[in-house]
């Protein structure tokens, strides 16, 4: 494995030591003085878009040698205080010298006559909190997608399943031209758009459309990426087919066409596989909620009741998406269509989606739990097979009335219908190697899904700038049906020996349905020429229905016996009124914004079948502050804080009594306070424009107040029980960090990026408090090369480092360093040949209570380009080479640190077929 390592190492660093032997030289001088210029600035830029290629500063002779150029056309540069710009066309072929001689600068003052400068665009602009990436200003290969792209652009990362993490925030959204493609499957953006295609990248956090509207952040953020297309991209069509088969019955099929009409775009898409490469998340919980009226809970930050509960529904948690841990089988395909019309005054798209998943899964995990008299340990193994079949469509018609008025309609609904299956086994043992407890379960069950949601926003300004008032209107519905069977068998034992047996052995029906419906009005006036008051009020409707009835076996047989302790029927009902105040200031390099909103709620909870009613009151407070100052052009510090006051749940305060988990029960708590959370967080970013350097700091600060945390007893047998109590202490403090520059002579760039924390976590254990501090520190450094047509390369190395204490046992003490090198090299070979290698090698270490782990995968790939523009390919990969891969996560969280093992994709071959197809502009191919 280490001469592996050596090997891909040497094979990055020969090809970055690879270079061009043209030059460019020359002597800078004062046309009046003849004097040579010290410092003057030379640029080298590509004469066909004029972006920087190389740049020096002359010595003190006023001397100037640039190497290392390729063979091309290119514009030379000279820039220098008071003396007007030089600027000369130049053609260079294969391992010349270019001698510009004797370059005479002329003062300004003395010039008579105008001279035309043409200015580079710059690679990265900041645009008040948006970031902004010029696409054509990062190299990426032939018929790269999306990913590829994202995957060089400075303080943007992609990991191995595709998610997308911008600044050390995840993604949530990948938009095209300012709209959804697809819904809310970023990964069908960025591995099936071209990268060719994209103009720019912007990053930022997006708003709501209210806020987007007037202009005053409204506390809704999601960090999203904005891809912008080409305008000559969106004439034509473009698309790829993929198919492959492999060993072991792995396969992998794969379509998407686009076709691009003047303003209106068509996109299909197919997918058929078994090897967890793009479409296999959805996040409809995100639009929909989901619809279990027994545990919410408020977000003042919404506007809406958010569901939660143990994570167990009693027919094993699943929520019918993938996580990358089993064995996948999906086909899953969709349809994209919008349009402008009427001078884009109006305009709509539609996405229709239906997938079928099919997940098999074994896992095992070991967790070492750290008692105030004790350590317990439990290991738990579980298998799984899980199917969803589900459907879902939405749209958005949006009409400008005129240049004062806006309406725009959502609308989105789905289904979903699953069958889930699981099996396992338990055993928690103390810390002398004694037996306390051991557990098995199965539970099967089916179930039916429905959303169906609507949002309606009137936009409408005023001749006098600034005033506006917007009205927003959304409804939706969630109705889940579940049945199924649960069998179950727990033995505790007592110094060896066998003290009780609990069985379970039941039909259960669950039901459950929410609707709700809202209303949001929001009015700014202005204050002068650069500030502005923003008035809101709210007012929301939810109501919902839970039900669950549980049966056991009589003496035929049949499940016909109610269980009345472990059934129950319950409605839930919530009305609430909020209003909120905020001011905005914008004035050249302050952009400031403060606001607050209250909301005062009333809660109604009626259990139908112990005939009992339970009500709650409650106010939430949600104040919010952002401050954002720039410092130059590419370069600007922000603060950033937000509070809110979150109310526990239905669950937490009055949960349902259940015999999902007899080894860990959850008991209710109804003196619970509501909590108050604290976020601070300072950004700073800036970016040079000539030497490629770019830095990104982020450090952040978050603490609670009245936290829910939990208390738990565990008796002698292993057995725990847990309650929701309030606590005051809870804090983290974080930081991420992103540096990334260009050593230019090299043509490599460089990159340095890491994040961490501080997390301080009260709770109780039998009683006694506990303090748990979690220390974790991350940070990599990686290499990168692009060099057309000779070398693709990426190589990185990454340490982790993971620290917990628990006050109540000081002496167990949990550290782990985990290590990870990635390297990812592309050579391009004659005869249109290319070798892919590929390593990700991690290492953990053996400690105390984890077992040693070293993971070293290595993948690699022989492709052969056919036809024009390198249209077609043909692909022979081999994944997971060494057959190490091993599906593994290692975590700690207050007084508990585990490890899990599960089940991955493991080695495989695959043969692939691949065509690149694409038109654009008026009957002009193009298949770059």
Known sequence: MKKFTAVLFMLFVIHTAMAQNSIVKGTVTDTLNHVQLEHAVVSVLHAKDSILYKFQRTNEKGHFEIKDL??????????????????????????????????????????????????????????GDTTEFNADSFKTAANANVEDLLRILPGISVDNKGQVTAMGQKVKKVLVDGEEFFGDDPTLVTKNLRADMVDKVQVFDKNSDQADFTGVDD??????????????????????????????GYFDTQLMFNLFKNKQKFAVYGIAGNTNKVGLNWEEREKFGQGAADNVSYDEMSGYYEYSGNGNDGFGGWEGQFDGQGFPLTQNGGVHYEDKWNADKQRANVNLKAMRLGVEQWSNSMRQQVLNNSVQYSNDSSTSRNVANKVRGDG?????????STVKLNVQAGRENSTTFSNSHGTVMNDL????????????????????????LWKQKFKKK???I????????????????QLSRADVYSNGALDTTMLVDQHKINNGESMNVSGNATYTEPLGKYSLLQFSYGLIVNNNHSGRNSFNIDGSGKYSMLDSLYSNDFTFSVLTNTGGLAYNFNKKKIRFNIGVSVGQSNQTQE????????????????????????LGQQRRISVYYNGNTNQ???????????????????????????????????????????????????????TTFNDFSSSSITDAGGRTKTMTVNTNGNERYSYYYGLSWKVKPLGVSIGVDGNGGLSKRMNFVNGEENKSRTFNASNSLAFWKYKEKVINSRISFGAEYNSSVSSIQTAVKTTYWTYNINGDVTVYLPGKFEIWNGLEYFIRPKTAFFPANDMPIWGAALTKKFGKKDVFSVKAAVEDILGKRVGLDRNMNANTVYQNTYGIIGRYAMLSFIWNFNKFGAGTAAAK
């Open 219 to 248: 506390g809704e953020k999601s960090k999203t990426i904005n891809i912008t297309l080409k305008a000559d991209k969106k004439k034509g069509y473009f698309g790829r087919v993929n198919a492959g088969g492999g060993t072991d």
């Open 648 to 702: 526990p749940s239905i669950n937490q305060l009055q949960p349902l009594v259940t015999n999902d988990n007899q080894i860990n029960v959850y008991v209710g708590n109804p003196n619970l306070k509501p909590s108050f959370y604290n976020y601070l967080s300072a950004t700073y970013s800036d970016y040079k424009v000539l030497t490629d350097r770019n830095i990104w700091l982020s450090l952040n600060y978050n």
């Open 396 to 404: 958005m018609y949006e009409w400008k009335i005129d240049s004062f």
């Open 433 to 456: 190697g004694e037996l306390l407890n051991e557990s098995t379960n199965k539970t099967s069950g089916s179930g039916q899904k429905d959303m169906f949601g609507t949002n309606l």
């Open 70 to 127: 390729k063979p091309g056309k290119y514009l030379v540069m000279i820039n220098y205080p008071k003396f007007a710009d030089y600027v000369e066309s130049i053609t260079l072929a294969d391992s010349v010298v270019h001698n510009l001689g004797a370059v005479k600068l002329t003062q300004k003052s003395r010039l008579l006559q105008e001279v035309v400068i043409k200015q580079q665009v710059a690679a990265i602009r900041f645009k």
């Open 607 to 630: 259990n139908k079948f112990a005939n009992t009613v339970w009500k709650r009151n409650f106010v939430n407070w949600n104040p919010r502050l952002r401050f954002t100052y720039t």
């Open 466 to 468: 600034g005033r506006t």
């Open 470 to 485: 917007s009205l927003n209107l959304a409804q939706n519905y969630d109705k889940n049906n579940r049945d199924g069977f």
